[in-house]
């Protein structure tokens, strides 16, 4: 049962242009999601996160949109630039018997074409 | 400048031997995670950690153990390697739960 879903393997965008990277997710219990971009041979980096007591949260290029009602967020990355081909992990997170743990998604890899 | 860190890139092992993998973080972070990585799966989490000598199972604990004995180091041991295992190996560490977690290069091991 994957409780946090990418339903897009791949995304090839333009230069300049904007990618929007979708996630959707069940567990409602989920309150904090995050945006890790990997490329290969190297270990995920963490791009951007947001609390479920928002909706947007911006960092330069990168937003993350946050739809509760959905269950659904979203990673717009503007303007795209050749180095941001990666692939990208939507995680999200519960407390779990006092602890927490990550759960994530099955990523979608991003293609911009200069 | 943080790091985690693991003690090998590439690994191959024969079907049935003891295998070691260990990680090291130099951010004094309570919390330390390994995963696996598969086409098409994405990460799964195999075990955590949130304090030494403590430990949870994942999602697919199946064929693993961990040993927590020092705040920074955290090691997965695979008792009999299968085929099966043979995946990307990623540790991570975090500070909390809303802080990001920070990963280790991996290890890819490959068992035959």
Redesign the interface.
Known sequence: DQQVK?NS?SLSVQEGRISILNCDYTNSMFD?F?W?KKYP??????LI?I?SIKDKNEDGRFTVFLNKSAKHLSLHIVPSQPGDSAVY?C?A?S???G?????????TRLKVLA | DVK?TQSS?YLVKRTGEKVFLECVQDMDHE?M?W?RQDP??????IY?S?DVKMK?K??IPEGYSVSREKKERFSLILESASTNQTSMY?C?SSLD??Y???????TRLTVT
């Open positions: 990418q393997p904090y995050l890790y041979a190297e270990g995920p980096t963490f996160s609390s992990f995680a997170s407390e779990v018997s602890t927490y743990k990550y759960i994530f998604g099955t990523g | 985690v890139r919390n995670f995963y098409g799966l994405g990460l799964r989490l955590f949130y949870e994942g999602d990623l991570a739960r809303y990001e977690q920070y990963f280790g290069p991996g």
